[in-house]
């Protein structure tokens, strides 16, 4: 017995329900007034750079670290950052301080040829 295709969009409907429209009114802004104009974020300075960084680690680890995050209203990367910056300092306590690698010097893809 085959089906009529043509049915989908009812049976779909049927499915799902109707919907009433929604109709929401927007605000209205007179065109003579100014809306807000956000302001742009300062620039960070050359000594307070972010770096990104994409691993993967254990599943239920990174579960535990969403639940402390949610529980006490922190972000993932506060999380991070503290946990990276304890292993440092043990580090360093054990080993002795550790250099910062120097930048590398940006080449030219014109030199390359």
Known sequence: MAKDKNNIPEVMAGL?????PIEEELPSTPANEELPVEEKPAKPSK??????????????LMEKLRG???????????????AFSRFIQAYEEKHGPIKPRKPRKKGSISDLL
Request: no cysteine; hydrophobic share 45%.
């Open 68 to 82: 402390i995050s949610l529980k006490e209203g922190v972000t993932l990367k506060d999380i991070y950052e503290l």
């Open 47 to 60: 000594k307070a750079t972010k770096a990104t960084i994409a691993t993967a680690i254990d599943g239920a």
């Open 16 to 20: 799902m329900g109707t919907l009433p």
